[in-house]
Every structure is written in C-alpha cells, then in structure tokens.
C-alpha cells in the first residue's frame, strides 16, 4: 500500500481565499484523523471520522474550518475563509482498530499550509 | 487535564553517542504510548508503542523505551546515535480502552535532536 497520500504536499494561498487539503487513507482503514502542527501549539487533534461519519471535532477551531469523508477513501479539510494564522502543517491519518486487538495511527506527508 | 511533557526542546549529541530523551505524561490511567519521528518536511513514522505486557519496547532503528508506571515516563532510548537519526521526536499518549482508534493522541511537544559528527 502507498500509505496515507495527502495533497498538495505544499500550498501558498492569499488571506480570504478558500483552502482544500485533501486525504486518501489506508485502503481498508475506517479511522480517518485531521492534525494540525504549528510552533505554537504542536500537533493538535482537530477531528476524526469512524466509517465516513465525524466522531468528534470538538478541535475544530473555528466555523471557518470544515472536513468532509463521502466515501472511505477519501477526505477534505477546508479552510473558508483563510486567514494568516492558519499557516500550519496539516496531517491526515488513518487506522484500522478491532475490539481486543491495539493499533497505532499511519499518517501522511502532510500538507504545508501559508497564507500571505 | 491529561498532556505529556517532553522536556528538552533540542538535544545535541556526538555521532556514536547514547542518547535518551525524555517524556513523562499526566493521563487518568495507564494510557497507550507512542514515539515517532519527524524528519524535516515528511510525515510521522512511528518508531515503537507500548500498549501492555514488557515494560521495554523495542522499535525501528535500534531505538528502544521504557515505560515506568511510577514516575509515569516513557524515555527513549538509543545505545549509539547515526547522523541519520537528527530529525524531531514526538511522544504521544492514547486512550486505553476495550479497543483504542490509535490516532486520538496527544502530543508532546517535540524535542529536535541534532548530531555532530
């Protein structure tokens, strides 16, 4: 399997422009997760999704940002609209967990986020 | 409130040398734990997990962690650092439940490892 593949790898976008990262998960995996990484904060949590449906996103941090799954190979944060403070480094990551059984987190390549 | 503290925000150590970097948590119970890597402008690899059983894991790259119920550590440990392992390193913690989701983490802070040759 290619792992999980984000795109763009890099992204430069005007303050008020709207932002799609995009994310194809693990073949197979029903767990989808949104991070965000800034010097700030670190990497944060911002939602997960359990077979396409959102689980929580209690890390959304504002209304401006959104994520969607329609199907289970793919996913969309989207950014509307962007502001400076955005810029970040966005992870997408997936697993595949069984009652009784542990897993860990496969991530991406992550998006690099800056908007000017 | 549950987080995971890594201490040192950047280590530099002599090619050849040990290394062991640092992590301690705060969590209601014995969570899961984890260590990856982040080499610059890549993704997270996951380096090794502790999830029950032997209190020393080992992982990829010749790394290793103890986990240390007592004083609620989880340091990383490596007998002779390559050049190739400068890179950050993140420690992070996971529920433990019936099953865990294993991507609903908390992160540490990071702690970046430089190497002189």
């Known amino acids: 399997d290619a792992g999980v593949i984000q795109s763009p790898r890099h992204e430069v976008t005007e303050m008020g422009q709207e932002v799609t990262l995009r994310c194809k998960p693990i073949?197979?995996?029903?767990?989808l997760f949104w991070y965000r990484q800034t010097m700030m904060r670190g990497l944060e949590l911002l939602i997960y999704f359990n077979n396409n449906v959102p689980i929580d996103d209690s890390g959304m941090p504002e209304d401006r940002f959104s994520a969607k799954m329609p199907n289970a190979s793919f996913s969309t944060l989207k950014i509307q609209p962007s502001e400076p403070r955005d810029s970040a480094v966005y992870f997408c990551?997936?697993?595949?967990?069984?009652?009784?059984?542990?897993?860990?987190?496969?991530f991406g390549q992550g998006t690099r986020l800056t908007v000017v | 409130a549950q987080s995971v503290t890594q201490p040192d925000i950047h280590i530099t150590v002599s090619e050849g040398a040990s290394l062991e970097l640092r992590c301690n948590y705060s969590y209601g119970a014995t969570p899961y734990l984890f260590w990856y890597v982040q080499s610059p402008g890549q993704g997270l690899q996951l380096l090794l997990k502790?999830?029950?059983?032997?209190?020393l894991v080992q992982g990829i790259k010749g790394f290793e962690a103890e986990f240390k119920r007592s004083q609620s550590s989880f340091n990383l440990r490596k007998p002779s650092v390559h050049w190739s392992d400068a890179a950050e390193y993140f420690c992070a913690v996971g529920r433990r439940g019936t099953y865990n989701q294993g991507g609903k983490l908390i992160f540490g802070q990071g702690t970046e490892l430089s190497v002189k040759p």
């Open positions: 073949s197979g995996h029903d767990y």
């Open positions: 990551a997936s697993s595949f967990p069984r009652t009784g059984m542990n897993t860990e987190a496969f």
């Open positions: 502790y999830f029950s059983g032997d209190t």
